[in-house]
């Protein structure tokens, strides 16, 4: 097997080893020729000339060597059905190519051109194509017969080897291969046409015009010097062009005009030269106005049959909005890491301690502030559960966490004196943030905690916690048993007794004495309030509820859970409300005000009233049932004018406290006042004994109190 030449001249095959041809010195081209040389039976030998590669050249030697048939296919009607059959010995003449191709029968559209573009020979196929008749086209320059490629054959043409096919080249919605041409004037070229399909996936040959016309990608086919050979529509404008024939005119090497580094533009044709594909390559190029154009891309080298280069294609895209993405994307991310950073500077070193809570209630986060501020700090680990912390926080300051969600506003807001269970007591602003899970997926509320100037200090309360009632009579020493009898209990303890007789005393008294003692005592007074806002001071209501609902509120009830409510005046609450409480106190449950959750909490009731309740249930005005709800223990604080024996004791007493207060030095009491004290019958009760020896210690400048001293409307 043999590599052949092509003299076109002679219209002789030569052999490759010829740089010239041998007989006439013309040029030789390579037309991808082989000569097949083989022994058959009967000692002849067989010569085929094989026209289509390497490949082909094999398959009909090995037919031939079986002894096949060698029927011509119809898809290999191009230059390798071009054969010529000799016998050994015998000297017969093989048909030139031209002659071949030109004929009627030409299986391809050719056409051959001079060096100026002018059509020489056009056979039948190229004629049909065109619609031109053989007289017609011959001498038209070819930018005539095909005005809309006009810019793009001239740069092929251009850029086409002398001595070397090239192709297949994009034209218009036909593939064209260019072959070196000796004419009896000159050199030129053979073009051959035909039809760009691809195959649908049923098999059936579909047209590629459309598909490059309409691809979403850059196609492009460039010569060795930088010309365009073939563009999509989409290449041109991506270098800004209006049209893949403005971008063939206008642009004559793109390495000089559009890229934007020459060194990258030889690195990669470097790379491309030496047979390695250039895959997802970004590079930035310049439009046509000077604009960069941000690009990924794809390329590989097309080498000809003498191992030299002839074109570059592949396809790029613009990935300049990607770019753009990404930088905005970088720009964030470092904005975000500013803001952490800033976040995190101001979450450390802000004054209010802040608590950031999950949707699981459980601890997330907690600046120093309220490790300092916040009693309960050995508690704020990540992840710790609210459930616990609830237990041990006296003052429910955390409760406001299981406020429904809002909408990101101060939902629970309120002051309040955490005792911390040691006699000191911190002065607390609390402000609970709730948000909705559309707000934040994982934070369920921020909790702030504020230390304002420094409250008044605590009464003492170990007098309370002693149970160390002042009075010595019957009444009052049963009080005193009892309070101990229930230091253990926790139940409903209902306090009856006139205005101003103590009741209030007696209920702290029972709560300091009792397991909630480290707890809060919320003291409600019920005749203080309407059925509304008293309803929203026990239960809470959120935003909206009603007029002047201006923000979410926590009842109190909520707001002494784990601890004691003290209902004081129970006596004057309306039926509606009357009714509500009942059902607190059979389930611990209620509801906000405009809210249906149902919320639980674990809270003591104890309830004060001055007024006769077996009457007010006779009258209707009291309901039964929560009468004997209430009435589960019932405690009766006997009037001032029943206990006179205990007046003395009692005024020793205030006397001492207002001693302290006003810095006085009074130490007794005559004979005629105290019994002035003790022969009055005291309507306001220990409310009014105590408000009158303050008068009383004021109006004194010396160290004993006197008649003198007394208020005049004391029955002298």
Known sequence: MAVLVYCAACRRYRSMRHKICPVCSGSLVSVGAYRVNISVSGGRRVTRVVHGGLAEAMAVERALKRGLPMRRRKEDRLPSAVQSVSTAGTDREMPTLMEFFMGENSPVEIMAIDVGGLVCLANKGALARFGQGRQDLSGLPLAEIIPEAAHQLEGILASAPPDEAMGPICLLDTLMHVIPLHLPGGPGHALIFREHTIRAHDGKPVSAKGILENATVGIFQISTEGRFLFANPYMAKLFGYESPEDLFANLSDVGAQHYKSPRHRNVMLAKLDRGQGASDLEYTFLKRDGTPVHTRFSSRAVFGR?????????????????????????????????????????????????????????????????????????????????????????????????????????????????????????????????????????????????????????????????????????????????????????????????????????????????????????????????????????????????????????????????????????????????????????????????NPRTYTVDVRIIACTNADLPKKIASGEFREDLYYRLKVITMHMPALREIKGDIPELAHHFINMFNTRLKKNVNRVSLQAMALLRGHDWPGNVRELKNVLEYACIMCQNEEITVEHLPEDLGR
């Open 306 to 594: 003498f191992g030299r280069v002839s074109y570059y294609e592949g396809f790029i895209t613009n990935i300049s909005e990607q770019k753009e993405t990404q930088r905005d994307l970088m720009l964030a991310r470092q904005t975000q890491d500013v803001y952490k950073q800033e976040l995190e500077l101001l979450f450390n070193n802000i004054s209010d301690g802040i608590a950031i809570i999950d949707r699981q209630e459980r601890m997330v986060s907690v600046n120093p502030a309220l490790r300092h501020i916040c009693p309960l700090h050995m508690y704020f680990v990540p992840g710790f559960p609210m459930e616990n912390l609830h237990k041990n926080c006296a003052t429910g300051c955390f409760l406001g966490v299981r406020s429904p969600p809002g909408s990101g506003e101060k939902d629970f807001n309120h002051q309040i004196i955490c005792a911390m269970g040691k006699g000191e007591r911190l002065n607390l602003s609390l402000s609970t943030s709730s948000f909705a899970e559309n707000q934040s997926a994982n934070i369920k509320a921020v909790v702030v905690m504020r230390k304002l100037p420094e409250a008044p200090s605590l009464p003492d309360l170990s007098p309370l916690r002693q149970n160390s009632i002042i009075g010595k009579s019957r009444a009052l020493r049963d009080i005193a048993a009892m309070v101990r009898r229930l230091s253990k209990a926790e139940s409903t303890v209902l306090i009856t007794g006139e205005s101003g007789s103590g009741k209030e005393l007696l209920a702290e008294m029972l709560h300091y004495n009792s397991p909630r003692s480290e707890r809060i005592l919320q003291k409600i007074n019920c005749a203080a309030l309407s059925e509304t806002l008293l309803e929203s001071d026990l239960f809470g209501h959120v935003k909206g509820s009603f007029t002047g609902a201006t923000e979410n509120k926590a009842g109190r009830l909520q707001l002494a859970n784990r601890g004691t409510a003290l209902l004081d005046e129970i006596g004057d609450v309306s039926p509606n409300t009357q009714l509500k409480l009942l059902r607190f106190l059979d389930t611990h449950e209620y509801q906000q005000v405009g």
